[in-house]
């Protein structure tokens, strides 16, 4: 059995049922039981009678929620239900209907609601409140459906985010369908992220976030993040979810001294990172068994830098690269980024506060005469670098010239946005072309 499926609705204990709702219930009830699916009603009589007896006949199983005690309390006044059809368990709740309810749409993953008055309104209300994928057949005049006219004031009030599902359709076989369709979504395996910690050649525990895919031993793609940024940055996350979709092993993480990793910022230096890099690239393969022979590496910035510094130091294969917004000519990127009172300050002080960041000697001292793109020279795999057009942190110039000198750089070029690439859609275009990219080489 698959999902357990409520049909709630018209109860009809003094006059017969509109043909249009009984047939809708004997539909609905066979349908569920076809599907593989436990039908769950409230043990009465009308369109839970109606739906429970032809899921039997279809040689479905039945769960009838009773507000009795037992089965006298069932049968006799002043409930008086009928006698539940074969293949039905009768569960005994002696809570009342009210009770009754509560228990009966709690324990399902969907329900179906056909017609009704008062108590399937109440059914109704706490089914939304649970968060249940709802179904509503349509063109009853339900009590449900008036509501539902004004389905956008069921949004307000709640103290909570509402996730209820709510599927209307005028036939029966289709709404049957159609919730099963929304319960398997509700259902599909969450997300496999797993936070791991690890330490680094200095002893600082560094935090980093592993997107594990289905699929075994799968290739491995480490993100890096730029000069004192983290991997909470959206672009990182919605880049790690897509590649882990694709069957691809992700993992982002903080450097030293960012985010939620241990130490303090003023410390950063490209050797430190790319040590950490390495601390980094030792912990996910004690987590996780992957393909080394499929390693790729995406990274922003300052960490673009570190990859680099990693793979050349390390002799890492890799099998291809992604840079944005890539920082190697530091040089020439200091003289831009600090003015000669910047200097003279970090000099004197060991440290300078600048656009929200705590730049400190160590890494001013490191970089000030280094262009790192001669390490570029030692990787042969393909690499891609995506540059914005409207970057005033780093020259897209400086991207043109490595496109120029080395003939296994590819450049794409993003119109209308900055160094972070903060716009939606320029964000878009990012992650599908990285993925493009490295699903080409892995």
Known sequence: MRYKIGVMGKAGRSRGLPDKIMKAAEIIGKEIAKKNCILVTGACMGVADIAAKAASKQGGFVFGYSPAKNLREHLEPPISY????NDTELIFTGQGKIGRNALSITECDGAIFIGGGIGALNEFSIAYHEDKVIGILEGLGSIV??????????????????????????????????????IERKNEKPRREIPITFKNERGKELAGVLHLPEKQKPPLVIICHGFQNS?????????ARVLQREGICAFRFDFEGCGDSEGEPSEITVKNEAADLNSAFKAIQ???????????????????????????????????LVFWSQAFNQKELLKKWYTMED???INSNG????????????YYLENKNKDYSRILSKLRSPILIIHGKEDKDVPLELSYELKKRYR????????KTNHKFEDFQSQEKLIQQTVKWLKRYL
């Open 408 to 415: 296994n750089i590819s450049l794409i070029v993003l119109s």
């Open 286 to 320: 004690k987590e996780v068994d992957v393909d080394l022979t499929r390693l790729a590496f995406v990274a922003a910035s300052l960490g673009s830098v570190a990859v680099s510094q990693f793979l050349s130091q390390y002799k890492i294969p890799v099998k291809t």
């Open 343 to 345: 200097r003279k300050e």
């Open 145 to 182: 459906e008036k509501i539902l006219k004004i389905e956008a004031d069921l949004k307000g009030g709640t103290g909570k985010e509402i996730k209820a599902i709510i599927v209307k359709d005028k036939n029966p076989k289709k709404l049957v369908e159609r919730v099963i369709e929304e």
């Open 82 to 85: 009928p006698y539940p059809p």
């Open 351 to 362: 440290v300078i506060y600048k656009g929200g960041k705590e730049i400190g000697r160590d």
């Open 231 to 239: 991997k909470t940055d959206r672009k990182f996350v919605k880049l």
